[in-house]
């Protein structure tokens, strides 16, 4: 069993940062997927960022590309997502998504739902113009 939380939301205004915290902690192998992903109002999840520890890579969904950072500290179990330049687009709930058993995965089954059996319960972002 794996117990993922996040942190770090709130409102803030077009053009800030904000940076995320995602720890995970439970039952989690050496080489585990995390990723964090969004849903804005009337829209599906989509993902944003993703980490594969065992081959210590973070992926990143295109439309963000320049714009946030992804980071993970290995002795915690955290990944860390900042996200620079806020545009009120990047308004919803951001959830952070664990799989503790992460074999060989390509970046796009890592920022993709399905992969991860362990979830958060989402923190809101709100960007505001």
């Not at 039952?27 to 065992?54: H, L, N």
């Not at 308004?91 to 992460?102: D, F, H, K, L, S």
């Amino acid at each position: 069993q794996v117990h993922v939380v996040e942190s770090g939301g709130g409102s803030v205004q077009a053009g800030g940062s904000l940076v995320l915290s995602c720890a995970a902690s439970g039952d989690i192998s050496a080489a585990y997927c995390m990723g964090w992903f969004r849903q804005a109002p009337g829209k599906e999840r989509e993902g944003v960022a993703a980490s594969y520890t065992g081959m210590d890579r973070i992926y990143y969904t295109d439309s963000v590309k320049g714009r946030v950072t992804a980071s993970k500290d290995k002795a915690k179990n955290t990944l860390y997502l900042q996200i620079n330049n806020l545009d009120p687009e990047d308004t919803g709930i951001y959830y952070c998504a664990a799989e503790p058993r992460c074999t060989t995965v390509t970046p796009i089954q890592a920022l993709r739902g399905p992969l991860y059996r362990y979830w958060g319960q989402g923190t809101q972002v709100t960007v505001s113009s």
